[in-house]
T-cell receptor, first 114, second 112 residues
Framework: DSGVTQTPKHLITATGQRVTLRCSPR?????VYWYQQSLDQGLQFLIQ???????AKGNILERFSAQQFPDLHSELNLSSLELGDSALYFC?????????????FGEGSWLTVV | GESVGLHLPTLSVQEGDNSIINCAYS??????FIWYKQESGKGPQFIID?????DKRQGQRVTVLLNKTVKHLSLQIAATQPGDSAVYFC???????????FGTGTRLTIIP
C-alpha cells in the first residue's frame, strides 16, 4: 500500500458526460500528480499541483481540469467525455518536488466511456 | 520531442534465471532515470533509480545499467521469482524536475 488513495476504482459513463476522480495523497505529501495510462499512449503526465498551486502541466486536454484543495486532496475533472478518454488514471504524490523515487502512485481509477 | 522507448514489449524468463529489460531514451538532457514495476491492478512501484553521473547501480536482486553514449538503460533482475511477473517501465527526467516521461513498458512473465 503506497498510502495514496484514489476513488472511485472503477467508473463507467457515457460519452458527453462529466466525471470527477478523487485523490488523497500520502500523509504529509504536498505534491500531487495526475497521469493517464492507456494502451496506445502508455503513462502520460497530465498535471502536477504543489500545496494547492499548479506546478507543471503536461498533455492535459482542455476538457480536463484539476485542483488541489487546502487539505491537499486533489480532484481531476473530465468533461465532455469521449470514447478515447477511456483509460486508467493514476494519482501520485511526493513530499515536495518529486525525484522519481519519492513519487508514490495510487492504484488508479479505471474510466470506461461507452 | 523527448521520448522513452522500450526494445521489447514482452519477455518470458524461466524462474531462477536472470532477466534483462532494455530501454532507449532520446533526450540527451535527461539526467535521472527510474525503473518502475507495475503489477496487475496496481499503480507503478519504484524499483531503482540512477543518475547520469553513474553507469551502474545495484539494489536487492536488481541492477540498473546506464550507457549515456548510446542513450540506453537496462534493468537486470537476478534469480527471477514468480512475483517478478509484471510490466516494467523506465522513466526519465531531469533530477529535481517532477515530470516523469515513461516508456511504453515491457511485460515480464516468469515461467515456473
Amino acid at each position: 500500500d503506497s498510502g495514496v488513495t484514489q476513488t472511485p476504482k472503477h467508473l463507467i459513463t457515457a460519452t458527453g458526460q462529466r466525471v470527477t476522480l478523487r485523490c488523497s495523497p500520502r500523509s504529509g505529501d504536498l505534491s500531487v500528480y495526475w497521469y493517464q495510462q492507456s494502451l496506445d499512449q502508455g503513462l502520460q503526465f497530465l498535471i502536477q499541483y504543489y500545496n494547492g498551486e499548479e506546478r507543471a502541466k503536461g498533455n492535459i486536454l482542455e476538457r480536463f481540469s484539476a485542483q488541489q484543495f487546502p487539505d491537499l486532496h486533489s480532484e481531476l475533472n473530465l468533461s465532455s467525455l469521449e470514447l478515447g478518454d477511456s483509460a486508467l488514471y493514476f494519482c501520485a504524490s511526493s513530499p515536495v518536488g518529486g525525484s522519481g523515487n519519492t513519487i508514490y502512485f495510487g492504484e488508479g481509477s479505471w474510466l470506461t466511456v461507452v | 520531442g523527448e521520448s522513452v522507448g522500450l526494445h521489447l514489449p514482452t519477455l518470458s524468463v524461466q524462474e531462477g534465471d536472470n532477466s534483462i529489460i532494455n530501454c532507449a531514451y532520446s533526450n540527451s538532457a535527461s539526467d535521472y532515470f527510474i525503473w518502475y514495476k507495475q503489477e496487475s491492478g496496481k499503480g507503478p512501484q519504484f524499483i531503482i533509480d540512477i543518475r547520469s553521473n553513474m553507469d551502474k547501480r545495484q539494489g536487492q536482486r536488481v541492477t540498473v545499467l546506464l550507457n549515456k553514449t548510446v542513450k540506453h538503460l537496462s534493468l537486470q533482475i537476478a534469480a527471477t521469482q514468480p512475483g517478478d511477473s509484471a510490466v516494467y517501465f523506465c522513466a526519465e527526467s531531469h533530477f529535481g524536475n517532477e515530470k516523469l516521461t515513461f516508456g511504453t513498458g515491457t511485460r515480464l512473465t516468469i515461467i515456473p
